[in-house]
């Protein structure tokens, strides 16, 4: 299945304990090993679904899988499958808008800036769909950046993205001519900070980076890797063209299996 079709975990958890982080943490490696079309991972409260009433009250840590069923498979394969769906729907985050991924980066975080770099962006028209701080590992920059491998500076700016948490946010705009890709960038600012205060020194990085790689922001180069970057780091997001007709997972062609105790 992950093979073909692709895997995504649910973790379906209480609101008084929380997700169950040492498996969030292992499956965001497994993530990064098998390549991020393949494994998507998400959380859910069991008190706010409807659909997830069943799992309510539970002090085990309950994981939900979802694969798309491939045709060829025989019907020994079904012995993987503990339970069949019965109609649950899947919460995924998604938008109608064309959408970019922005990094608030630690150098930026450590100094303080993000509630300034924040209030920026909201004022220059960006809406903010998420917003979370994380601390990357290395397994996921080198995968984030592997297009820089080749160069010089690849292992100072992912050891530098991982030295303490970032805030990632998905953007988009709510009017506007210009698509949200470029005006990120825009107000971003040239990557060196020394460039862009001598010719931008209004945007974010012209006020808040030092020097390569301390830039204090991060941004999509285009929408396709806009596209890339959001689902390795937001495996749950998709876009409004990703979203289907009739969601794989309320079709009879899913199998559902349930696993407990996995921590």
């Known amino acids: 299945m992950l093979s073909s ?13 929380g997700p169950c982080k040492p498996v969030v943490s292992l499956f965001q490696k497994m993530r990064v090993e098998v390549g991020p079309d393949l494994l998507h991972f998400a959380s859910a409260e069991a008190d706010c679904l409807d659909v997830l009433e069943r799992y309510r009250g539970r002090c085990e840590p309950t994981f939900l899988f979802y694969a798309i069923k491939d045709e060829a498979l025989s019907d020994e394969d079904e012995c993987f499958s503990h ?8 919460n995924l985050v998604s938008s109608e808008k064309a959408c970019t991924l922005a990094i608030i980066k630690p150098d930026a975080v450590v100094h ?79 990557c060196d900070p020394h460039v862009a205060r001598r010719e931008q020194p209004d945007s974010l990085r ?34 409004s063209d990703q979203i289907p007709e009739s969601t794989p997972l309320v079709e009879s062609r899913v199998q559902r299996l349930r696993v407990t105790d996995l921590d």
Request: hydrophobic content about 35%; some cysteine.
């Open 83 to 90: 339970e069949k769906n019965d109609g649950d729907e899947e």
């Open 206 to 239: 012209a006020q808040y980076g030092t020097e390569m790689p301390f830039n204090a922001v991060h941004g999509s180069w285009d929408s396709e890797d806009a596209r890339r970057e959001l689902a390795l780091l937001f495996p749950s997001f998709q876009f």
């Open 112 to 190: 303080g800036k993000t509630d300034e770099i924040i209030m920026k962006i909201q004022e220059a028209g960006f809406d903010i769909l998420t917003n979370e701080e994380r601390t990357m590992t290395e397994a996921e920059m080198q995968l984030f950046y592997q297009h820089r491998a080749g160069e010089d500076t690849f292992e100072k700016l992912v050891h530098h993205m991982c030295s303490g948490p970032s805030h990632l946010l998905i953007l988009t705009r709510t009017e506007s001519t210009e698509d949200v890709v470029t005006a990120w960038r825009t107000l971003m600012g040239p």
């Open 5 to 17: 079709k692709g895997l995504t975990v649910v973790d379906v958890y209480q609101g008084w304990c």
